[in-house]
């Protein structure tokens, strides 16, 4: 190899990489929308600390939530958090392959399996919060 | 059968004159059936001897043609040229060195390849008298669609970890050796997994996907590494929680 000149390396941009093809960003959006559930978290520890601090804190907190700044952040948050979450469910048949006898479960059926234990826990959240 | 001019954008580099690559224009008079690697062919033929690139069979066996074709990783005897409009622009592999023009240097994905020892390690020492190792069609299914791998490395060139990380093993070289793993007859999943368990080996795929996407043969790469993860952690804490449970 090197009696015939040195090969040539090209770099790689640490940045902006994923601006090269579409399925990238793809990714890339699947990643970055973790930061809002992230964020849905970090509320609901304020809402544990605001519990703590009495009746008042935590109207105050509640009032917050339900201004209309506070209900469309709630909705961003949500919007995001679906993307996260179905970017992921749709690709589990690649990680989780079930193979019965000599074939495997078709994906379509691996993603149901993940709607519906969501729509389950769903249900179950809002059967204990007193929706039903 | 109708001819149509393709104009080729091909990147050239000689390491003996060149300290940086640039890029030829070819006029090629080409049929409408006729794939990338044809035009590169006629190219060699009847235009300019000098362009140097890699292939073998034409038929997306041999996995040699491997190159970025409009910024795609393809096999050139794969990429009908009827499916592109205007100027067609070819590059060698993105994230390997270029040796010359087309041709890049592979020897990392060589040494990669032989690290995962992707062959079979048999559990058991057996005579010949003895006969063969038998196999069900459920346990053949269960990885046959790993050895349609012709380590042709489009999926290195997809692989945005692989650029940012080169000494990430990678897709290819982690599918065959989850190949063997998913063998019955084999019994060498220890001796692979010091390789492909380690920080170079899964653990720096961040699942893109796009190594499953570009696949030539459709295996899928991707939900390899996906499965050798989920693998790993299930032995990480029958060694941490189960001490003394045979993995």
Redesign the interface.
């Known amino acids: 190899?090197s009696a015939?000149?040195?090969?040539?390396?090209?770099e790689?941009s640490?940045y902006g990489?994923?601006f090269?093809?579409p399925?990238?960003l793809r990714?890339m959006a699947r990643?970055v929308t973790c930061v809002f559930i992230g964020l849905h978290v970090l509320i609901l520890i304020v809402a544990l600390m605001r519990l703590s601090e009495g009746r008042e804190a935590w109207d105050a907190y509640l009032a917050n939530l339900g201004s209309p700044a506070g209900v469309a952040l709630q909705m961003l948050m949500l919007a995001f958090a679906v993307y996260h979450s179905t970017s992921w469910f749709n690709?589990t048949?690649?990680?989780?392959?079930v193979?019965i006898?000599?074939?495997?479960l078709p994906g379509v059926v691996i993603v149901g399996a993940h709607y519906a234990g969501w729509l389950v826990a769903s249900v179950a959240l809002l059967f204990l919060a007193g929706v039903f | 059968m109708s001819e149509r001019i393709v104009e080729l954008e091909v990147l050239r580099?000689?390491?003996?004159t060149?300290s940086?690559?640039r890029f030829q224009r070819y006029s090629v008079p080409c049929m409408n059936e006729w794939v990338v690697l044809d035009a590169l062919n006629h190219v060699k033929e009847a235009i300019d001897p000098t362009l140097s690139y890699r292939w073998s069979c034409h038929m997306a066996v041999c996995g040699s043609c491997g190159m970025m074709i409009n910024?795609?990783p393809k096999l050139a005897c794969k990429a009908f040229l009827r499916e592109y409009e205007g100027v067609i622009r070819v590059e060698p592999l993105?994230?390997f060195?270029?040796?010359?023009d087309l041709v890049t240097?592979i020897d990392d994905f060589v040494t990669k390849l032989k690290r995962v020892k992707p062959y079979l390690i048999p559990k058991e020492g057996k005579l010949v008298e003895a006969g063969e190792f038998k196999q069900s069609?459920?346990e053949l299914?269960?990885y046959k669609q790993y050895t349609l791998c012709i380590n042709c490395m489009l999926c290195y060139a997809a692989c945005?970890e692989y650029?940012?990380v080169p000494k990430f093993i990678g897709p290819a070289a982690i599918s065959l050796a989850h190949r063997y793993n998913e063998d019955s007859r084999d019994g060498g999943r220890e001796e692979r997994q010091q390789e492909i368990a380690s920080n170079e080996g899964v653990w720096e795929c961040?699942?893109?996907?796009?190594c499953?996407?570009v696949c030539p043969e459709h295996v899928?790469p991707?939900?390899a590494l996906?499965?050798v993860?989920?693998k790993s952690t299930v032995d990480w804490y029958q060694e941490h929680l189960l001490p003394g449970s045979k993995k």
Not at chain 1, 93 to 97: D, G, L, T, V
Not at chain 1, 101 to 104: A, H, L, P, S, V
Not at chain 2, 97 to 100: G, V
Not at chain 2, 206 to 210: D, I, K, P, W, Y
């Open positions: 190899m015939h000149g040195k090969p040539y390396v090209r790689v640490r990489w994923f090269r093809s399925r990238y990714y990643e690709v048949p690649k990680a989780m392959p193979q006898g000599e074939n495997f | 580099f000689n390491p003996e060149d940086e690559p910024g795609e993105a994230h060195p270029i040796q010359r240097v069609p459920a299914k269960r945005p650029g940012l961040s699942f893109v996907g796009a499953s996407e899928d991707a939900g996906q499965q993860k989920i």
